[in-house]
């Protein structure tokens, strides 16, 4: 349903040349248009989860090595500044901040993600509104708009760009995810700031000129490259076109048109007029990902599929002699055998099979992937990397087949992993995820006032306010 409010300008934004093309108008005005256009209200209910499952993200990555690693960098280099730093007590410069929190929103692998564009909006949208809007003073309404705004140009940037996951070219060594992240960190900070649409252009220009990131972060063993080009580096970028454009500076008036342009560059068979395809209307941040386990995207499906068969039938450990999972190869070959045990699905698998769940906890215990407990149960799980399953995509299937030491044998296909747009997450699963996350590290009573203050943000006046909440117990 779209909102009443969403109109195209038929015009071009004052002051621009006649050489700004048809999806640069459009595109443009929308994003002037979007921190004074009311959200519908599903639309409004999906940010507040996806904002309040990015916080928890951020808080509960404050934890983990990479969040260890913007700490050190913060206090290092950090440039003096109010921002908070979700998790800690540190505060910093805006760009700073983004980067860091970013950082930490992308270190334990429980982010969302935006399954057509092939990328991680959470980790870079939220931390740069965060970032501007307290340098800006904003209140939690524009706050909403503008993390949903993010959620709509960096997907639909990199589906015009790209095409779909299905589409895209597994070999090319562009990340996706670093040029959405930084296209929506842009949009959300630079609607924060309040810009116009005239401005939006430049805006889209300097996002455009910082877009960057190969995916050689995939050979990154302790996770600190992956959460700089995911969610850091596009946070930092993002914010820094909003705010030098908001401080006055120009740029060229369509970097999607005329001699050298982005697409040009990125993909000759980009398809630019997908960069306004149902704008108003489709709003990305609803048909984006949210984890229900704290682990990788693909290892998702198979999570819920030994769920099912649990429910189905209650077992032990003890009682299962074998475990397949088939995934489309793609998918399989991000999680096999991984030495990185939240992206491992062979270890998950078995932590599964022990535990019965998998915790937030459970899912970052590295020393646990040489415990030998765990090792026996995870001699016990194939992984198969399945051709058939690849003509699905971007759908990804995951089938689990249980074999138990009686000879019978349960299966389960899973199609709609829960959490996705098929299948969603109700707000109470989102926030008993969140308290998981958070409870931890801030206290369960600062979590629940942060929880009932992001589903009630319209009433925030200032989102400086929210920084006693996100800010660790101690220093």
């Given at each position: 349903?779209?909102?009443?409010?969403?109109?195209?300008?038929?015009?071009?934004?004052?002051?621009?040349?006649?050489?700004?093309?048809?999806?640069?108008?459009?595109?443009?005005?929308?994003?002037?248009?979007?921190?004074?256009?009311?959200?519908?209200?599903?639309?409004?209910?999906?940010?507040?989860?996806?904002?309040?499952?990015?916080?928890?993200?951020?808080?509960?990555?404050?934890?983990?090595?990479?969040?260890?690693?913007?700490?050190?960098?913060?206090?290092?280099?950090?440039?003096?500044?109010?921002?908070?730093?979700?998790?800690?007590?540190?505060?910093?410069?805006?760009?700073?901040?983004?980067?860091?929190?970013?950082?930490?929103?992308?270190?334990?692998?429980?982010?969302?993600?935006?399954?057509?564009?092939?990328?991680?909006?959470?980790?870079?949208v939220v931390p740069a509104a965060l970032a501007a809007g307290e340098e800006f003073g904003i209140d939690g309404t524009r706050f909403l708009r503008a993390v949903t705004l993010g959620y709509d140009v960096g997907a639909r940037v990199t589906i015009a760009?790209?095409?779909?996951?299905?589409?895209?070219?597994?070999?090319?060594?562009?990340?996706?995810?670093?040029?959405?992240?930084?296209?929506?960190?842009?949009?959300?900070?630079?609607?924060?700031?309040?810009?116009?649409a005239r401005r939006m252009i430049w805006v889209l220009d300097y996002a455009a000129q910082q877009s960057s990131g190969v995916?050689?972060?995939?050979?990154?063993?302790?996770?600190?490259?992956?959460?700089?080009?995911?969610?850091?580096?596009?946070?930092?970028?993002?914010?820094?076109?909003?705010?030098?454009?908001?401080?006055?500076?120009?740029?060229?008036?369509?970097?999607?048109?005329?001699?050298?342009?982005?697409?040009?560059?990125?993909?000759?068979?980009?398809?630019?007029?997908?960069?306004?395809?149902?704008?108003?209307?489709?709003?990305?941040?609803?048909?984006?990902?949210?984890?229900?386990?704290?682990?990788?995207?693909?290892?998702?499906?198979?999570?819920?599929?030994?769920?099912?068969?649990?429910?189905?039938?209650?077992?032990?450990?003890?009682?299962?002699?074998?475990?397949?999972?088939?995934?489309?190869?793609?998918?399989?070959?991000?999680?096999?055998?991984?030495?990185?045990?939240?992206?491992?699905?062979?270890?998950?698998?078995?932590?599964?099979?022990?535990?019965?769940?998998?915790?937030?906890?459970?899912?970052?215990?590295?020393?646990?992937?040489?415990?030998?407990?765990?090792?026996?149960?995870?001699?016990?799980?194939?992984?198969?990397?399945?051709?058939?399953?690849?003509?699905?995509?971007?759908?990804?299937?995951?089938?689990?087949?249980?074999?138990?030491?009686?000879?019978?044998?349960?299966?389960?296909?899973?199609?709609?992993?829960?959490?996705?747009?098929?299948?969603?997450?109700?707000?109470?699963?989102?926030?008993?995820?969140?308290?998981?996350?958070?409870?931890?590290?801030?206290?369960?009573?600062?979590?629940?006032?942060?929880?009932?203050?992001?589903?009630?943000?319209?009433?925030?006046?200032?989102?400086?306010?929210?920084?006693?909440?996100?800010?660790?117990?101690?220093?």
């Amino acid at each position: 349903m779209a909102s009443a409010a969403v109109v195209f300008p038929s015009s071009l934004p004052k002051g621009a040349s006649a050489s700004v093309g048809p999806e640069m108008t459009a595109l443009s005005g929308y994003m002037g248009a979007a921190g004074a256009t009311p959200l519908p209200p599903n639309v409004a209910e999906n940010a507040k989860h996806h904002v309040l499952d990015t916080l928890a993200s951020m808080i509960s990555g404050a934890q983990l090595g990479p969040g260890q690693a913007a700490q050190r960098f913060i206090r290092a280099h950090g440039g003096k500044g109010s921002c908070t730093i979700a998790g800690t007590r540190l505060t910093a410069a805006p760009v700073d901040a983004a980067l860091a929190n970013a950082e930490l929103a992308q270190a334990d692998e429980t982010d969302d993600s935006h399954n057509e564009s092939h990328s991680h909006p959470g980790c870079a949208v939220v931390p740069a509104a965060l970032a501007a809007g307290e340098e800006f003073g904003i209140d939690g309404t524009r706050f909403l708009r503008a993390v949903t705004l993010g959620y709509d140009v960096g997907a639909r940037v990199t589906i015009a760009l790209f095409g779909t996951l299905g589409t895209f070219n597994p070999k090319s060594s562009l990340s996706t995810h670093a040029i959405a992240g930084t296209f929506g960190a842009a949009a959300a900070a630079a609607c924060v700031a309040g810009l116009d649409a005239r401005r939006m252009i430049w805006v889209l220009d300097y996002a455009a000129q910082q877009s960057s990131g190969v995916h050689a972060w995939q050979r990154d063993s302790e996770h600190i490259e992956k959460s700089f080009v995911l969610g850091g580096m596009p946070a930092r970028n993002g914010v820094t076109a909003a705010l030098i454009v908001q401080s006055g500076w120009t740029g060229i008036d369509d970097i999607f048109t005329g001699d050298d342009n982005f697409f040009q560059a990125y993909g000759p068979m980009a398809q630019p007029q997908r960069l306004i395809d149902g704008l108003g209307e489709r709003y990305e941040i609803v048909e984006t990902d949210i984890k229900k386990w704290t682990v990788g995207s693909p290892i998702q499906g198979a999570l819920d599929a030994i769920d099912a068969i649990r429910i189905r039938r209650p077992f032990d450990a003890s009682e299962v002699r074998a475990v397949t999972v088939r995934l489309a190869p793609p998918v399989a070959t991000t999680v096999d055998n991984r030495n990185i045990p939240d992206i491992c699905l062979q270890h998950i698998a078995a932590v599964m099979l022990l535990d019965k769940t998998v915790s937030f906890r459970a899912a970052h215990d590295v020393p646990r992937m040489k415990d030998p407990r765990v090792l026996e149960q995870r001699a016990k799980v194939t992984l198969v990397h399945d051709d058939e399953l690849e003509k699905l995509l971007p759908v990804r299937v995951a089938i689990v087949e249980v074999t138990f030491t009686d000879g019978s044998r349960l299966s389960e296909r899973v199609s709609s992993v829960r959490g996705t747009p098929r299948n969603p997450m109700s707000r109470s699963e989102v926030i008993a995820k969140a308290r998981d996350l958070m409870d931890e590290v801030i206290g369960r009573e600062k979590s629940e006032r942060l929880i009932e203050t992001v589903y009630a943000i319209e009433s925030v006046k200032d989102i400086r306010n929210l920084r006693p909440l996100l800010q660790s117990r101690t220093a």
